[in-house]
C-alpha cells in the first residue's frame, strides 16, 4: 500500500514540550522526524518566535509554525531533509496583497530552522 504524500492535519497544536514529546514518540519508532522553528518574523506572522513544529516522515505534524501553504512547504523541505540528515534555514515572504493565499497575516516575512531529530 503506498503512503499518502499529503501533509495530514495537524495532530494538536500543543505545548513544546508535547510537540518534543511527540517528535521522540515517532522517533523511538524507528521514524524520520524533523523539527521547525520560527526564529524570527518580520512585518505580521501568525505564530511568534519560537513557535516549533515536529515533522514525521509520514507527513504527520504537531505544533505549528505559520499556518496555510507555508506549513506545506516546511513539511515538503523536512520531508527532503530528513532524506539527507542535517539542518537548514528556511525564510517565507509575501506582500500584503498575497498574504492570505499562503497564510500569512497581512504579509510579513518569517525565518524558520529545520533540523532532523537524531
Known amino acids: 500500500m503506498a503512503i499518502d504524500e ?3 492535519p495537524v495532530l494538536a ?3 513544546d514540550e508535547e510537540i518534543l514529546a511527540q517528535a521522540v514518540r515517532w522517533k523511538d519508532e524507528g ?3 524533523a523539527l521547525a ?3 524570527a518574523t518580520w512585518g505580521s506572522a501568525p505564530r511568534g518566535v519560537g513557535s516549533q513544529m515536529a515533522i514525521s516522515d509520514r507527513r504527520e505534524i504537531v505544533g505549528s509554525v505559520s499556518g496555510g501553504c507555508v506549513e506545506g512547504a516546511v513539511v515538503e ?3 527532503g531533509l530528513m532524506d ?3 539542518a537548514r534555514m528556511l525564510e517565507y515572504g509575501v506582500s500584503d496583497e498575497d498574504a492570505w493565499t ?3 497575516a497581512c504579509g510579513g516575512r518569517i525565518r524558520v530552522w529545520l533540523e532532523t531529530v537524531e
Open 6 to 8: 499529503r501533509p495530514l
Open 13 to 15: 497544536v500543543g505545548t
Open 31 to 33: 521514524r524520520g522526524v
Open 37 to 39: 522553528t520560527v526564529v
Open 77 to 79: 523541505e523536512a520531508v
Open 84 to 86: 539527507e540528515g542535517g
Open 102 to 104: 499562503v497564510g500569512l
